[in-house]
T-cell receptor, first 110, second 114 residues
Framework: QKEVEQNSGPLSVPEGAIASLNCTYSDRGSQSFFWYRQYSGKSPELIMF????GDKEDGRFTAQLNKASQYVSLLIRDSQPSDSATYLCAGGTNAGKSTFGDGTTLTVKP | KAGVTQTPRYLIKTRGQQVTLSCSPI?????VSWYQQTPGQGLQFLFEYFSETQRNKGNFPGRFSGRQFSNSRSEMNVSTLELGDSALYLC?????????????FGQGTRLTVV
């Protein structure tokens, strides 16, 4: 079992819809979680991080964390074609180690 | 503020050779992590350096090594290159290297082994 698992995708949503990306983790030592967006041929770009249970909102993006269920999610509201990318979930420990999931590829269709 | 700089951007090497990649972190950042990214394996953690010490290590063979200098710049070395080492190598820097300190990636070095 991988330490960080993401829904395999690919995920396709129409423009304006809500895209839901999910991630589970097995290392209870993970204290904080990160969502990165990676466009094809580019390096990952940090979108959001979260370390407290609950929701964290930033514009059209909402990250959700449930430590009891070891579950992290990212919601993208009003999805745009420019949101089409691979989204990587990562868990980080206080010892400096970050573990990434394999990513979920999102396509937003106009 | 300058971002994370990786050099070179592209590299072609022959099997059996060795290669050294460089990463200059964001000014003030003391933690540098290295990752290998391939289409089949995703983003795999190689190692992390903090204040010139290797603090974390992934599951890669000893052919992969690294170091960090006093100015936080880091190098990664791969000896006896194999075809399977062809990948995008990414480094990421963060301020403290703790789980709460977000990491920022460089543009990567695309290594091709022929």
């Amino acid at each position: 079992q991988k330490e960080v698992e993401q829904n395999s995708g690919p995920l396709s949503v129409p423009e304006g819809a809500i895209a839901s990306l999910n991630c589970t983790y097995s290392d209870r030592g993970s204290q904080s979680f990160f969502w990165y967006r990676q466009y094809s041929g580019k390096s990952p770009e940090l979108i959001m991080f979260i370390y407290s249970n609950g929701d964290k909102e930033d514009g059209r993006f909402t990250a959700q964390l449930n430590k009891a269920s070891q579950y992290v999610s990212l919601l993208i509201r009003d999805s745009q074609p420019s949101d089409s990318a691979t989204y990587l979930c990562a868990g980080g420990t206080n010892a400096g180690k970050s573990t990434f999931g394999d990513g979920t590829t999102l396509t937003v269709k106009p | 503020k300058a971002g994370v700089t990786q050099t070179p951007r592209y590299l072609i090497k022959t099997r059996g050779q060795q290669v050294t990649l460089s990463c200059s972190p964001i000014s003030g950042h003391r933690s540098v992590s290295w990752y290998q990214q391939t289409p089949g394996q995703g983003l795999q953690f190689l190692f992390e350096y903090f204040s010139e010490t290797q603090r974390n290590k992934g599951n890669f063979p000893g052919r992969f090594s690294g170091r960090q200098f006093s100015n936080s710049r880091s190098e990664m070395n791969v000896s006896t290159l194999e075809l399977g080492d062809s990948a995008l190598y990414l480094c990421a820097s963060s301020f403290t290297g703790t789980g709460i300190s977000e990491a920022f990636f460089g543009q990567g070095t695309r290594l091709t082994v022929v």
